[in-house]
């Protein structure tokens, strides 16, 4: 395998974590670059299930390295807890992973600055996971933010008071919540100093000399392309960028880090929290189109770090190949093939009528996007159970002739094809 950036190119929740996970054995090092514990990487191996919010995928493979890049933000409690569960199942992660110690560092005053803007917006809330990420990056961009090397820093409590004179004003006087205290803040320090610095390391150098040694290194994104804060669906976005191109800032290594981008997309379209989704069929206020039924249900269609029921609708070609430009996706990893078995049709959009207007292209404008009706073209289903298919050949043909038009459509290759939630449920196109 060469170096690799895997990405998710839809609305998130594409199986990224499975994918990573069956690439990590080939690789030397699997290195986080975004994100926080707003991500949700379902692993699932025999009858254990393992979901990671923090932690690389790659952490259940003895040989493999764990980094956790700066682009990430991190909350010391939720790491902890983490890596306590991931140690009871006798995986010693403090040999495996190490932390970038310019992280920044989630606290609690992020959360309920989180949860009470969510709480203001009323029925304009975004669905953000109220997990403090949005406020966290805006302390690192306004330069008041704490990082893991900032814990045992000669200024850092009059840094922390400062921090809270602005996000109690802020929390009180205008969003009419309750304040936080310095002790719950102080609280959050002392476990990260116990349990994350511990961890912590130049990741950018460790990664240079990886690359020097002639190591095989896996870029793990989360989240996914159109939840990119610049190139998705703005702003029913995440807060940080989620493209390939993040690899780089988020770990420190340059253009020439990685020669392949793999972009992970599910056979549909699933969606978790507000903002557009053109090709929509099922959902938790009322849209139950029998077809998006069936992905929900057989696809058990709950958010792995919310567990809020995800919307589910059609393949959505547009949104797909808007991705693979901006991405420069060299292969597809189609995922969940199995949770269309049984459907007289399947179907793929292939454009948008706005207005009267047919258009090829993924609106900037939210609003705009939202009043797009998708043009679909209808392809046959397929009665036989694709699940546990490892052979290609073995696929039915009308299944097959779906991965094809995805291919054309999208203008990328599908090089894997996921029929089943367990790391051997997997098809390799040759």
Not at 37 to 46: D, R, S
Request: proline share 4%.
């Amino acid at each position: 395998m060469k170096n690799t950036i895997a990405i998710g190119i839809q609305w998130g929740d594409e199986g990224k974590g499975k994918i990573v996970d069956l690439l990590a054995p080939q690789a030397d090092v699997v290195a986080r670059f975004q994100g926080g514990p707003n991500a949700g990487h379902t692993l699932v191996i025999g009858t254990q299930k393992t979901v990671l919010h923090h932690v690389p995928s790659g952490i259940l493979h003895d040989e493999t390295l764990c980094l956790i890049g700066n682009g990430t933000v991190v909350d010391a409690a939720e790491l902890k807890a983490e890596i306590d569960l991931l140690q009871a199942s006798g995986v010693p992660v403090a040999e495996r992973l190490r932390v970038s110690d310019r992280c920044q560092l989630i606290l609690p005053y992020h959360r309920a600055l989180d949860a009470a803007r969510e709480v203001a917006r009323g029925s304009e809330r975004i669905g953000t996971t109220g997990r403090g990420i949005g406020p966290c990056y805006e302390d690192k961009a306004s330069r008041r933010g704490i990082r893991l090397c900032d814990l045992n820093a000669a200024n850092l409590s009059e840094r922390i008071d400062t921090n809270l004179h602005y996000v109690n004003f802020m929390l009180t006087e205008f969003l009419k919540a309750e304040p936080v205290s310095r002790e719950e803040v102080e609280e959050a320090l002392e476990l990260a100093r116990q349990h994350v610095l511990p961890l912590a390391a130049d990741v950018t150098i460790i990664l240079h000399q990886q690359q020097q040694a002639g190591a095989c290194i896996l870029f793990e994104g989360a989240q996914g392309t159109m939840l990119d804060i610049d190139h998705g669906t703005y702003p029913f976005v995440t807060s940080s960028n989620t493209v390939a191109g993040a690899a780089l800032a988020g770990l420190g290594v340059g253009p020439n880090a990685a020669s392949e981008i793999l972009g992970i997309a599910k056979a549909y379209m699933t969606r978790v929290g507000a903002g557009p989704f053109p090709t929509e069929l099922y959902n938790a206020n009322g849209m139950n189109d029998a077809s998006g039924r069936h992905m929900a249900e057989a696809g058990h269609e709950f958010g792995s770090t919310t567990g809020r029921p995800r919307r589910t609708g059609w393949f959505d070609a547009l949104v797909t190949r808007h991705a693979v430009r901006i991405n420069g996706i060299t292969a597809l990893a189609i995922t969940k093939l199995d949770v269309l078995d049984g459907l007289d049709e399947v179907k793929l959009c292939t454009g948008y009528r706005i207005d009267g207007e047919l258009i090829d292209h993924i609106p900037a404008d939210a609003a705009v996007f939202d009043r797009c009706e998708p043009i679909y073209e209808s392809m046959p289903g397929w009665k036989e159970s694709t699940f546990g298919v490892t052979d290609v050949e073995q696929l039915p043909a009308t299944a097959r002739a779906f991965l094809t038009r995805i291919e054309n459509l999208c203008e990328a290759p599908v090089q894997m094809i996921s029929t089943g939630p367990d790391r051997e449920h997997i098809c390799h196109v040759k």
